[in-house]
């Protein structure tokens, strides 16, 4: 089975600041991975996707995250964060040749300040 | 073109008693996947239908069901409900196998 790990629960970071957020995935095949975005009370967007090919992936409002394949990651970045960047951000990883079954992390809440 | 469209918003319910969520697809997507999103957690996967046949179901009770009708909306059941099935439930659609998934605003149900 798959799984997801965020490693920071929170992250704050000054406005127009660069920002890293962290995720980590364990499974045994290959993978498809995601980054989505929610705001307070709406549903998910996404952010970004790796299905193959290049590893750096770029993705809407300026973000881009790269996959290792040896150290199981897939970090999201951002060089200049905005205010309207605040907001709750989740990894997901599913399984190549299976259902559409996706397994999200816990979270990591960006707080951009002014 | 209108997006992944959910109703009710948002539902109370009394513990014991059962709700009916429902949930459009985007016009030309098959498959429609539901998501149980608790406060302070990320989605849970409760279900996968495609071509209205079930493709995966998550880690959850008997009590929770689904299914989806020939225009491809689905509705997700839940029987006995209880406190801790308070949650966001979200709702996602998608085009054949790919795995872009596209996520409705969800319902908020409260069981008191």
């Known amino acids: 089975a798959q799984s997801v790990t965020q490693l920071d629960s929170q992250v704050p970071v000054f406005e127009e600041a660069p920002v890293e957020l962290r995720c980590n995935y364990s499974s045994s095949v290959s993978v498809y991975l995601f980054w989505y975005v929610q705001y307070p009370n709406q549903g998910l967007q996404l952010l970004l996707k790796?299905?193959?090919?290049?590893?750096l992936v770029k993705g809407i409002n300026g973000f881009e995250a790269e996959f290792n394949k040896s150290q199981t990651s897939f970090h999201l970045r951002k060089p200049s964060v905005h205010i309207s960047d605040t907001a709750e951000y989740f990894c997901?990883?599913?399984?190549?040749?299976?259902?559409?079954?996706?397994?999200f992390g816990t979270g990591t809440k960006l707080q951009v300040i002014p | 073109d209108a997006g992944v469209t959910q109703s009710p918003t948002h539902l109370i319910k009394t513990r014991g008693q059962h709700v009916t969520l429902r949930c459009s697809p985007i016009?030309?997507?098959?498959?429609v996947s539901w998501y149980q999103q608790v406060l302070g957690q990320g989605p849970q996967f409760i279900f996968q239908?495609?071509?209205?046949?079930?493709?995966g179901r998550g880690n959850f009770p008997d009590r929770f069901s689904a299914r989806q009708f020939p225009n491809y909306s689905s509705e997700l059941n839940v029987n006995a409900l209880l406190l801790g099935d308070s949650a966001l439930y979200l709702c996602?659609?998608?085009?054949?196998?790919?795995?872009?998934?596209?996520f409705g605003p969800g319902t908020r149900l409260t069981v008191t």
């Open positions: 016009s030309g997507h098959k498959s």
């Open positions: 790796y299905l193959s090919g290049s590893t």
């Open positions: 997901a990883v599913g399984l190549s040749g299976g259902y559409q079954k996706v397994t």
């Open positions: 996602a659609s998608g085009a054949g196998t790919s795995y872009e998934q596209y």
């Open positions: 239908y495609y071509e209205k046949e079930e493709r």
